[in-house]
């Protein structure tokens, strides 16, 4: 098919790109920077907010995977204009293209919009893709790891000098990205279900403890540790000390903070796709060992 992706040049978005060309599939991709030639590749250079690159995005576009967002921002205008009005924009382009399919990557923080910023951002999101009249498919993806992640980069540190700090007791599932991208491609199939709302895992039940999420980081990297539980007062006034210091370049917000110390972000059972459509390859244990490996082979660790 010819798919257009939004968010290729991000870590999900680079294994889904990966692996839609590795399956033949011709794909075109919206990127802020100038990227050099790649086999079964189109860049097309622009942003979210800017209507001409859309349209040339999807023109003559099978489905659009829209894996774009922003996951961390200073406050709610940065969520809404990356994540609201970013999706309305793709949706636009998408429908006046005539391209009928379309695959939306939310997350699981829309499931408590209350919560966060963030999640709010994505539950509007998920609105707009519901409401647009197009073919789609919102998938929430929980924790994603893999191979050039930098978000569980530190975790895998922590866990290599033995102490894992984590928010109070609380369970989380989990997805290597590898898995994700072939979720999100057989989504992108013309005849794949339609009007379905999915939260993927490594298909273990009940999710991960935190202590048993600290232990597989350290076995993966043949060490021992123990989850470290951080009072969620402490994660919080974190959160302001960070920004004290890194301002805009904060990495743990007040918004990150409410959404971290939530105690339940595994998937709901009833939400796992069809067993036809696709089920995860990568036993969590062995992607976690693959990840630190690749860590280790590029000096990240």
């Not at 622009?46 to 995005?57: F, H, K």
């Not at 067993?275 to 244990?285: D, G, K, Q, V």
Request: a neutral charge.
């Amino acid at each position: 098919m010819r798919i257009a992706i939004t968010g290729a040049t991000g870590f999900v978005g680079g294994r889904l790109l990966a692996l839609a060309v590795e399956e033949g599939h011709e794909v075109v991709a919206l990127t802020r920077r100038s990227q050099g030639e790649r086999h079964g590749v189109t860049w097309v250079q622009g942003a979210l907010d800017n209507r001409q690159a859309l349209q040339r995005l999807v023109e003559h576009a099978e489905a659009v995977i829209h894996v774009a967002g922003v996951i961390n921002a200073p406050d709610k205008a940065g969520f809404e204009a990356g994540n609201v009005t970013g999706t309305l924009a793709v949706l636009a382009a998408a429908t006046a293209a005539g391209v009928r399919r379309f695959v939306h990557v939310s997350s699981l923080a829309a499931r408590e919009p209350k919560l966060s910023d963030y999640g709010a951002s994505k539950a509007r999101a998920e609105e707009l893709v519901s409401r647009s009249g197009l073919d789609w498919a919102i998938v929430r993806p929980p924790a994603v790891y893999g191979p050039g992640d930098r978000e569980t980069l530190e975790l895998f540190k922590a866990a290599r000098l033995g102490l894992v700090p984590l928010p109070p007791g609380g369970r989380l599932s989990l997805i290597h990205a590898d898995d994700l991208s072939r979720l999100l491609l057989a989504l992108a199939d013309p005849a794949a279900p339609s009007q379905l709302l999915v939260e993927p895992d490594d298909g273990r039940e009940g999710g991960w403890t935190h202590r048993e999420f600290a232990a597989a980081l350290a076995a993966a990297q043949d060490r021992r540790a123990i989850a470290l539980p951080v009072p969620a007062a402490m994660i919080r006034m974190g959160a302001r000390i960070d920004g004290l210091l890194r301002r805009d370049k904060a990495k743990l917000t007040p918004d990150r903070a409410a959404y971290f110390c939530h105690p339940d972000w595994t998937v709901d059972p009833a939400r796992r796709p069809p067993e036809s459509l696709w089920s995860p390859r990568i036993p969590t244990p062995q992607g976690l060992a693959d990840t630190a490996d690749w860590y280790c082979r590029h000096d990240w660790l």
